[in-house]
């Protein structure tokens, strides 16, 4: 079965403070992993990294796809208060193009 | 552009009753796509298409059905609600062309409860 798992589930930081949040993937034919940010509403796309993109960066957040260990990281720096959401993972198989399997999500709170 | 809408942003159903909830996109996207998102967990994928005509399942289709008359239009339907259907519904489309579909934009959420 395939599984998309995100760690840790909620994280609590101070304005400043840098964070990684992991996200691991076990499917079959994997073609691309996506992040996503989560404000009370609808997720807003931040990053897509497939074979030939395996890192990205925008502003302070940047992403990183480690395909050997099967697996990605999303890392803010410089924390702020705008930051605090829901950041979801999702991964997409070659074989089913569109479909995204989404992991539960980490829950990103950032004190002033 | 006004992106994907949904409507409506909320919804109280009692159990047995029916309901569309209306999906539409104005960025001629050929996917659209049906979540819904329950409490601290990520989104299951409903119902998908991927053009006008063509709709397959998700991961969790039971209880929903989909047509796809139109580019635009994507609207889900519950048949005989329950309160399992309690849930957070998006809509989503993307744009696909040479390898595959691009990133996916979310409509706003439909919050619906079934008591």
């Known amino acids: 079965e395939d599984k998309v798992v995100q760690s840790p589930l909620s994280l609590v930081v101070h304005e400043g403070d840098t964070v990684t949040l992991n996200c691991s993937y076990e499917?079959?034919?994997?073609?691309?992993l996506l992040w996503y940010k989560q404000e009370k509403k609808a997720p807003t796309f931040l990053f897509m990294l497939?074979?030939?993109?395996i890192e990205k960066k925008s502003g302070r957040l940047s992403s990183i796809l480690d395909k050997k260990e099967l697996s990605s990281i999303l890392n803010i720096t410089a924390t702020q208060t705008g930051d605090s959401a829901i950041y979801l993972c999702?991964?997409?198989?070659?074989?089913?193009?569109?479909?995204?399997?989404f992991g539960r999500g980490t829950q990103l709170t950032v004190w002033p | 552009n006004a992106g994907v809408t949904q409507t409506p942003k909320f919804r109280i159903l009692k159990i047995g009753q029916s309901m569309t909830l209306q999906c539409t996109q104005d960025?001629?996207?050929?996917?659209m796509y049906w979540y819904r998102q329950d409490p601290g967990m990520g989104l299951k994928l409903i119902y998908y298409?991927?053009?006008?005509?063509?709709?397959d399942k998700g991961e969790v289709p039971n209880g929903y059905n989909v047509s796809r008359s139109t580019t635009e239009d994507f609207p889900l339907r519950l048949e005989l609600a329950a309160p399992s259907q309690t849930s957070v519904y998006f809509c989503?489309?993307?744009?696909?062309?040479?390898?595959?579909?691009?990133?996916?934009?979310f409509g706003p959420g439909t919050r619906l409860t079934v008591t």
């Open positions: 989503a489309s993307s744009y696909s062309a040479g390898a595959g579909p691009y990133e996916q934009y």
């Open positions: 499917v079959t034919n994997f073609r691309s």
């Open positions: 497939t074979s030939s993109g």
């Open positions: 999702a991964v997409e198989r070659g074989s089913t193009l569109g479909r995204l399997y």
């Open positions: 960025m001629n996207h050929n996917y």
């Open positions: 298409s991927v053009g006008a005509g063509i709709t």
